[in-house]
């Protein structure tokens, strides 16, 4: 089946058979969770990525490498996230990280691909507001949002300072995405919400209140759901409590993401299959999955009506 991924972490997707050639050593476990106790300790899992991806060349080989597993795992359209600040401690310039990282990306015209700038929550405001304004620069030539990701535990949402700058980005007409709803409660959403996202990463707790639910639902935001990396920070720990299921069966645009294909050691077929098994969804389900993650791209309106065209395409000829 062919599928859209919109919530993918650049940073927690790298080849690991190429670091570990780098790293001249095995480094698997390094970079794959094997059951963290929080989302804090599945962070981790980023140290040793971070660090490789500090060369204009390890950026763009890595990127490349990204294109190439999402073109094997039918992706047909992906939005790659990733935090441009966290490349520069080398001296890269956040212009060179996002240019390196698109030059990887373009290598594989097989998918097409946007990248979504991440704001970090432990990062002092002029650093997120530095991410708004390189956003801008490269807003519609392949960077197409902003997000917020990090510690929502320990770095709430609703803050002045978050608030400020998604007002800054939705004065500039900058898509976003906010990580809400993940390791932190409905709270978390209704703020994402107030601050006028566009679309909720992970946002799989609205279910513990109707309010969210109904405002999700009138408003048309979809919601990022990442099962099994949900598994792996414990935001979840026992399969029958995890509501994707109710969510699409009460109307919520749910899409389904891999978060991070090697941290979660997955792939959106992966995770197809998970919610095959564990949740009883049907193709139509995840078709209507990915109608949904098409509706709610960070694209112009023509592009997403041939995202669409090109699903329905897909799945009437596989009902054939
Ligand atoms: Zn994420």
Known sequence: M????????????????????????DVASQMICTGAKSLAEYLEKFTLPIQLLQTESNLEQFSYLLAKDLVRDEVIYAEIRFCPLLHTSQGLTPNQVIAAVLRGLRRVPEVKTNLILCMMRNFSFSENNQIINVALEWLRRGVCGIDLAGDEANYPTDTPDFAELFRRAGISRIPFTVHAGEADGPESI???????????????RAIESDGVISRLKSQKIAIEVCPRSNFDTGAYQDVKQYPVKKLLQKGVMVTVNTDNRT?????????????????????LDLFFCNMHAAYSAFISAGEKVALLEELVRDFESLRK
Do not use: P
């Open 190 to 204: 209704k703020a994402a919400l107030r601050f006028g996202a566009w679309r909720i990463g992970h946002g799989v």
């Open 263 to 283: 941290v979660s050691n997955t792939s959106l077929e992966q995770e197809y299959q998970l919610l095959k098994s564990e949740f009883g969804f049907t193709d």
């Open 2 to 25: 062919k599928k859209i991924e919109l919530h993918c972490h650049f940073d927690g997707s790298l080849d690991v058979g190429f670091a570990s050639r780098l790293m001249q050593e």
